[in-house]
C-alpha cells in the first residue's frame, strides 16, 4: 500500500517564478495538508483540502493556493516566488472522521535562487 | 492561540541511555498530542499519539504521558539505539484532522 507520494523530490527556481507541487495521499485518506519546513525549524501549516474545497488556511500569503482533485489528489500552487520560499514542502494525507496523526510524504526541497 | 515548546537540542547520548525529550503545550480547548520523528532526507512519521488527559501514547519503546495539569507530553526511552537518531518533533491537534502545530524539533545524536 503507497503511502502518501509528493513530486517532484527536488526543484530550483528563479525569483519571480510560478511552482507547482503534487501529492497523492495514503489510499484511503481524503484530506490533504500541506506544510513549508525551513531548515531548522518545525512544519509550518499552509492550508487544508478536503471535499475539493480549503477548509483551513495558515498564515501565508495569496500567492500560495491549492486544489484537490475528485481522487484526493492535491496541488500547491506558489506564484512570484521570492527567496525566502526556499524550503521542505510537505505533503500530509489523514481521514477527515478519524483521530489520528498524518501520513507525510517525503516533501519536495524547493531552492529558489 | 495554540503553541509548542520542545527542549532544545541537540541531544547526543551514548547507546543504551535514558532519553527525555521534554515538551510543553498551550492550547484552546481538549486537544491530540503527537510525537512525529524525521530522518535526514524524509518527511514526518507517526511515532506515537495521545487523545486525551493521563493517556499514554507508545509505539517501538518510546513512550509519552498526556499531562493536562503540567501542559505536557514527555518523551521517553529507556534505552536508545544508534537507529534512534532523528529528529523528533512533538504537536498538538485541537480538531479531529484539523491542523496540527509542531514544535521546532529536537535533533538526538546516539553514539556508540
Not at chain 1, 492550508?47 to 498564515?59: A, L
Not at chain 1, 506558489?78 to 472522521?97: H, K, P
Not at chain 2, 514526518?44 to 493521563?54: F, G, I, S
Amino acid at each position: 500500500d503507497a503511502g502518501v507520494t509528493q513530486s517532484p523530490t527536488h526543484l530550483i527556481k528563479t525569483r519571480g517564478q510560478q511552482v507547482t507541487l503534487r501529492c497523492s495521499p495514503k489510499s484511503g485518506h481524503d484530506t490533504v495538508s500541506w506544510y513549508q519546513q525551513a531548515l531548522g525549524q518545525g512544519p509550518q501549516f499552509i492550508f487544508q483540502y478536503y471535499e475539493e474545497e480549503e477548509r483551513q488556511r495558515g498564515n501565508f500569503p495569496d500567492r500560495f493556493s491549492g486544489h484537490q482533485f475528485p481522487n484526493y489528489s492535491s496541488e500547491l500552487n506558489v506564484n512570484a516566488l521570492l527567496l525566502g520560499d526556499s524550503a521542505l514542502y510537505l505533503c500530509a494525507s489523514s481521514a477527515q472522521l478519524a483521530n489520528y496523526g498524518y501520513t507525510f510524504g517525503s516533501g519536495t526541497r524547493l531552492t529558489v535562487v | 492561540g495554540n503553541s509548542v515548546t520542545q527542549m532544545e537540542g541537540p541531544v547526543t547520548l551514548s547507546e543504551e541511555a535514558f532519553l527525555t525529550i521534554n515538551c510543553t503545550y498551550t492550547a484552546t480547548g481538549y486537544p491530540s498530542l503527537f510525537w512525529y520523528v524525521q530522518y535526514p532526507g524524509e518527511g514526518l512519521q507517526l511515532l506515537l499519539k495521545a487523545t486525551k488527559a493521563d493517556d499514554k501514547g507508545s509505539n517501538k519503546g518510546f513512550e509519552a504521558t498526556y499531562r493536562k495539569e503540567t501542559t505536557s507530553f514527555h518523551l521517553e526511552k529507556g534505552s536508545v539505539q544508534v537507529s534512534d537518531s532523528a529528529v523528533y518533533f512533538c504537536a498538538l491537534r485541537v480538531t479531529n484532522a484539523g491542523k496540527s502545530t509542531f514544535g521546532d524539533g529536537t535533533t538526538l545524536t546516539v553514539k556508540p
